[in-house]
DNA sequence: TATTTGTGTAACGGTATGGTTACGCATTAT
DNA sequence: ATAATGCGTAACCATACCGTTACACAAATA
């Protein structure tokens, strides 16, 4: 197949991103591939620290590495993103009925003050 | 005020849902409030164990507890989630991006097919 | 009052995290 | 060939996580 459909564990990318400093890292290869080196230079810990972030969010497939000469490039993967993304989607459904209360709760203040029943 | 706006952590948000039981309470938690107990019985793990995950959606906010009689009931409480989701908003302009990758890739091997030029 | 029920916490153990320094190994530069 | 650069991994340490069993304590029940 040349468009295979590739499910990645739900499971591993939250895991990933529990972390802020791996959050960091997405969030900076959001501008733009970089080498592991540039990328640990961002970050007030060690290099290899950042290397081993790196190998967290290769097994999470959130991010792709290719060899490039003596670099390793590092490339964001938003796949498995989509994943975190469907499960919070049932949340959202909550936001707005907080919302709605919260405008309910409003109006009937508004109806108290102006001496509305209703 | 009446309706402080309150920021909670993203920190402890992104932490709490990284435990697959947790998620799976909060989960749970969509079909209504229930107390430790009942929630403790629908997972094969002990109830203090339940007990520690609910101490930590508390911690991240995920959950709010009220005494009733012997009773703690949980309620979900969908608000962090909301940091979560506006993390994620930069990564969806990714996805389309992708999409939008994959049908320039398929209208052009279609182009290719029909030996139209474009 | 004595007992049962519902729930949190303490103490403990195994494993994972997240950091450090030391090292190894390609790849490029001298 | 030798040195320098880029990067992963090993070994190690402290701390957090996730589970367990034992216990404490308040609220409901007998």
Redesign the pocket.
């Known amino acids: 197949m040349r468009h295979p459909k590739v499910t990645y564990s739900t499971e591993a990318a939250f895991?990933a991103l529990?972390?802020?400093?791996?959050r960091a890292v997405l969030d900076l290869l959001r501008q733009g591939s970089?080498?592991?080196?540039?990328?640990?230079r961002a970050?007030?810990?060690?290099?290899?620290?950042?290397?081993?972030?790196?190998?967290?969010l290769r097994r999470a497939h959130l991010v792709q590495?290719r060899?490039?000469?003596?670099?390793?490039?590092?490339q964001l993967n938003p796949e498995p993103l989509k994943a975190v993304d469907s499960w919070l989607e049932h949340y959202r459904v909550f936001w707005k009925a907080n919302l709605n209360n919260l405008k309910a709760f409003v109006e009937s203040e508004y109806a108290k003050e102006t001496g509305k029943s209703e």
């Open positions: 895991q529990a972390d802020p400093t791996r970089q080498p592991a080196g540039q990328i640990a970050f007030p810990i060690s290099r290899p620290a950042i290397s081993k972030h790196l190998r967290l590495e060899r490039e000469g003596r670099h390793r490039m590092y």
